[in-house]
C-alpha cells in the first residue's frame, strides 16, 4: 500500500506570508496527487490536481510542484479565508490520504 | 451543476448496521463511479471503496471489507453503503465522492455533504 506522509500537522501564519505544505509518497505516484482543502464542518474541496494543476475556481495565490516523490503545495500572500485543514491525495494505486495540516492564522 | 445529497445524520446502537445514501444529480449518474470516504472526529480521510453504477462492480480498501456494503439503484440515481456490526469505531462523518473524469483513477472533484454516524447505547 502506498503511505502519504504529510508535513506539518499544524501551521500558524500571519496575513501575507508564504506557506508550504508538503507529501512525501513511499513510492513513485507520477503525477497521480491532489490537493484538497476543509473548512470546520465542510467537505474537502479541490485545489490542485495532477501534481500541479489549479482546479476550476481557486485562486491563483495556489500552486503545486513536484519533485521526485516530494510534492508541496504553496501559499503566496496568504488570505484569512485559507484557514482550515488540507490534504493529499494520491490516487496512481488506490486512493491514501495524507494526514493533512491544520493551518492558521498567527 | 453537479451535486451529491447525502442522507441525514444517524444515531445508531452498538451492533446495529445503517444504511447511508447519497443521491445524484446534474450528470448521467451511470457515466462515473461513487466513491465512499470516511473521516473520524479530529482525524484524516479513509477511502473506504467505490461502486461503478452502470455495473455494480465494486472494490473495498481491504480494511473496510467486511465492514462496508456498496450498492446503487440506477432508478433514482442514488448510491448507498451499508454498515454492518457496528461498534464506537464506526463514529464518524462518512462522504459520498465522485471523480472528476469517467476513468476511475483520478481525483475526487465533487463531494456530498457529508453524514455523520454516531454509534451509542
Known amino acids: 500500500d502506498i503511505q502519504m506522509t504529510q508535513s506539518p500537522a499544524s501551521l500558524s501564519a500571519s496575513l501575507e506570508e508564504i506557506v508550504t505544505i508538503t507529501c512525501q509518497a513511499s513510492q513513485d505516484i507520477g503525477n497521480y496527487l491532489s490537493w484538497y482543502q476543509q473548512k470546520l464542518g465542510k467537505s474537502p474541496q479541490l485545489l490542485i490536481h495532477?501534481?500541479?494543476s489549479l482546479a476550476d475556481g481557486v485562486p491563483s495565490r495556489f500552486s503545486g510542484s513536484r519533485s521526485g516523490t516530494q510534492y508541496s503545495l504553496k501559499i503566496n500572500r496568504l488570505q484569512v479565508e485559507d484557514t482550515g485543514i488540507y490534504y493529499c491525495?494520491?490516487?496512481?494505486?488506490?486512493?491514501?490520504f495524507g494526514g493533512g495540516t491544520k493551518l492558521e492564522l498567527k | 451543476q453537479v451535486n451529491l445529497l447525502q442522507s441525514r445524520a444517524a444515531l445508531v446502537k452498538p451492533g446495529a448496521s445503517v444504511k447511508l445514501s447519497c443521491k445524484a444529480s446534474g450528470y448521467t449518474f451511470t457515466d462515473y463511479y461513487i466513491h465512499w470516504v470516511k473521516q473520524s472526529h479530529g482525524k484524516s480521510l479513509e477511502w473506504i471503496g467505490y461502486?461503478?453504477?452502470?455495473?455494480?462492480?465494486?472494490n473495498y480498501n481491504e480494511k473496510f471489507k467486511s465492514k462496508a456494503t456498496l450498492t446503487v439503484d440506477k432508478s433514482t440515481n442514488t448510491a448507498y453503503m451499508e454498515l454492518s456490526r457496528l461498534t464506537s469505531e464506526d463514529s464518524a462523518t462518512y462522504y459520498c465522492?465522485?471523480?472528476?473524469?469517467?476513468?476511475?483513477?483520478?481525483?475526487?472533484?465533487?463531494w456530498g455533504q457529508g453524514t455523520l454516524v454516531t454509534v451509542s447505547s
Open positions: 465522492t465522485r471523480p472528476q473524469y469517467r476513468y476511475n483513477h483520478n481525483w475526487f472533484a465533487y
Open positions: 491525495l494520491q490516487h496512481y494505486s488506490a486512493w491514501t
Open positions: 461502486i461503478n453504477p452502470n455495473s455494480g462492480y465494486t
Open positions: 495532477s501534481a500541479t
